[in-house]
């Protein structure tokens, strides 16, 4: 079992920053890929960035290429997002989950074993 908490969310002004922090319990987090997902309301859950079990592989959706930078501290059972030039459309809830085929990206929903609570970003304009 892998217990996930995301911090950091919050209001943020269009052009700034935020960190976003999932931290887990379990044993073998240092093995799961993680990914970052976010749900605007009224729209579906969707894949911003992932990582490999070690951070050796990285992906990141298109909207948020050269804002978002995704990391992991294994030592600290962490993944961050680092969110920069925030958008309005950025606006959501954001959401971190575990996958246990550590070593591969995966992008769909359905390919993750465990989920976070959620933290809201709201960017205003």
């Known amino acids: 079992q892998v217990q996930l908490v995301e911090s950091g969310g919050g209001l943020v002004q269009a052009g700034g920053s935020l960190r976003l922090s999932c931290a887990a319990s379990?044993?073998?987090?240092?093995?799961?890929?993680v990914g970052w997902f976010r749900q605007a309301p009224g729209k579906e859950r969707e894949i911003v960035a992932a990582i490999t079990w070690r951070g050796s592989s990285t992906y990141y959706a298109d909207s948020v290429k050269g804002r978002f930078t995704i990391s992991r501290d294994n030592a600290k059972n962490t993944v961050y997002l680092q969110m920069n030039s925030l958008k309005p459309e950025d606006t959501a809830v954001y959401y971190c989950?575990?996958?246990?085929?550590?070593?591969?990206?995966?992008?769909?929903?359905?390919?993750?074993?465990?989920w976070g609570q959620g933290t809201q970003v709201t960017v205003s304009s």
């Open positions: 379990g044993r073998t987090f240092s093995s799961y890929a």
């Open positions: 989950a575990a996958d246990l085929l550590g070593y591969s990206i995966q992008i769909r929903v359905g390919e993750y074993d465990y």
